[in-house]
């Protein structure tokens, strides 16, 4: 394979068509997108194009195994019009990680980090600055090999794609506690973002859907008694002043706004405690008035406050504190990812 990345740019910009103020979130995608075919036991000339359809044979495996898994990044502004990535190495660690459980191959650190770079700024004028605008960037790898054998493919291709965002939910998320759905199993996906782990969340979400709720909070497959991660994002927890938020195993997904939350409050001086939750526990610290907050992180949520939870048909909702932990989570994270503060942790890049 060779790095040096082919560039085919667009002959003319759909920019001027997009309303940047009133964005659906992942409905609008950037003039060009990056791609890597993988075939003969290695990844091909990676080339960035125009933003285009693809064609596939309909006896792909992605269409029949859902051999596919994806990440969620974002690419953020500062008020010098200079665009930064944050953490994008771990993004690249996670992917080939999700990868290697579906049987499907790693992708190279350095093709992706130059092949980023370059189609981002490329795309540079599609990142508006602003808190709350940013440029949600979606690389995922599918199955193309056509043929229908149930055993992993033989070819694969790797794209990067990008979509101009806002905030993914419009106000506080309301969750319902699953009693009888899980994310996974152990000895299952969970960890991966495996395109089939968000599919699966689908029924039981618009069964929460019907009743109010815009989320579920999955709970363990062994018991239904411990809390797990929500389908969107993972969820942190405040008990008095402890935050609490399940450890990542094998069925939960190791988010990096999650770990990178843990950190900030950590170096806050607040008590984390990173250890299984029983839905009971959550329940009687709602009644004894411990439970101070709920919210949820992930690339697409940021920092979401969650303002109620039912669980067997009983709604708990959740006061309102004007000193939120979430908010001061919120402001030091994109602080960190707007160039707007120090990034004590090297987590922001520029491109
Ligand atoms: C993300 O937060 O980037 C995700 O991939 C979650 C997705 C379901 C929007």
């Known amino acids: 394979m060779t790095n040096t990345i082919e560039i085919t740019k667009a ?12 964005l659906s979130f992942g409905k609008v995608f950037t003039d060009h997108m990056f791609i890597c075919d993988f075939k003969n036991g290695e990844w091909q000339q ?9 064609t596939l044979d309909p ?5 029949h195994y859902g051999q596919a898994v994806f990440e969620g990044m974002k690419a953020f502004k500062d008020d010098a019009n200079k665009v930064w990535l ?9 992917i080939n990680k999700s990868a290697e459980r579906l049987a499907m191959p790693e992708f190279p650190k350095d093709v992706f980090m130059e092949g980023l770079k370059a189609l981002i700024n490329l795309d540079e004028a599609w990142v508006k600055p602003g808190f709350g605008n940013s440029l949600y960037i979606r690389p995922f790898v599918i199955a193309t090999e056509p043929a229908i054998a149930a055993s992993p493919a033989l070819e694969y291709k790797f794209l990067i ?18 009693e009888q759905f899980s994310r ?5 996906v969970g960890f991966a973002k495996a395109a089939g782990n968000y599919a699966a969340q689908f029924y039981p979400t618009s069964l929460a859907n019907q009743e109010g709720f815009q989320q579920i909070i999955w709970t363990d497959a062994d018991t239904h008694e411990f809390l797990e991660e929500a389908g969107t994002m993972n969820v942190f927890f405040r008990i008095n002043d402890t935050l609490v938020t399940a450890p990542t195993n094998e069925r939960i997904l190791d988010g990096i706004t999650r770990k990178s939350i843990i950190q900030i409050a950590q170096d806050s001086g607040i008590a984390v405690e990173v250890r299984p ?8 610290a709602s009644k004894s008035g411990a439970l101070k907050e709920i919210f949820g992180s992930g690339t697409a949520a940021v920092v979401s406050p969650i303002s109620a939870f039912s669980y067997k048909g009983d709604v708990f909702e959740i006061p309102k504190d004007v000193k939120s932990f979430s908010s001061i989570f919120k402001e030091k994270l994109l602080n960190i990812q707007y160039n707007k503060s120090e990034d004590p942790y090297g987590w922001r890049q520029s491109i």
């Open 11 to 22: 002959q003319t910009s759909k920019i001027h068509e997009v309303d940047f103020e009133n």
């Open 46 to 54: 990676p080339e960035i194009t125009p933003y285009a359809p693809l």
């Open 59 to 63: 006896s792909a495996r992605v269409f």
């Open 86 to 94: 944050f953490r994008p190495e771990d993004n690249l660690l996670r």
């Open 161 to 178: 794609i990008c979509s101009p965002a806002q905030s993914y939910y419009s106000g506080d998320v309301r969750v319902l506690i699953a």
């Open 184 to 188: 996974s199993a152990n000895g299952g």
């Open 277 to 284: 939750i029983k839905v009971s526990e959550l329940i009687e």
